[in-house]
Nanobody
Framework: QVQLVESGGGLVQAGGSLRLSCVASGRTFSSYAMGWFRQAPGKEREFVTAINWSGTVTRYADSVKGRFAISRDNAKNTMYLQMNSLKSEDTAVYYC???????????????WGQGTQVTVSS
């Protein structure tokens, strides 16, 4: 059974930065693409970014391109999301997910973390 645990969320002022982490259990982390999604109150879960198994290919939603950066450390079974120049519209619960290649559809990803809240105050 794969477990994904996010951390690093919190309250930050607009223009600030946060770094999220996602730690995966098991020995197959390096075999799968990983991604970040987010869900704001009253809205559907939306794709943020994804990274391939080796960390050499990334994909970003237009809304975060140039501000967010995804990375991974396969030796530590950990994925990161560096979020800079945060805006109030980035406020959401952020989820890490495994296995969906670079698909933007949540249904294409097979394992999910419990989420971490990011709140950006304006």
């Amino acid at each position: 059974q794969v477990q994904l645990v996010e951390s690093g969320g919190g309250l930050v002022q607009a223009g600030g930065s946060l770094r999220l982490s996602c730690v995966a259990s098991g020995r197959t982390f390096s075999s799968y693409a990983m991604g970040w999604f987010r869900q704001a109150p009253g809205k559907e879960r939306e794709f943020v970014t994804a990274i391939n198994w080796s960390g050499t290919v990334t994909r970003y939603a237009d809304s975060v391109k140039g501000r967010f950066a995804i990375s991974r450390d396969n030796a530590k079974n950990t994925m990161y999301l560096q979020m800079n120049s945060l805006k109030s519209e980035d406020t959401a619960v952020y989820y890490c997910a495994r296995g969906g290649s670079s698909s933007t559809a949540p249904g294409s990803w097979d394992y999910w973390g419990q989420g971490t809240q990011v709140t950006v105050s304006s």
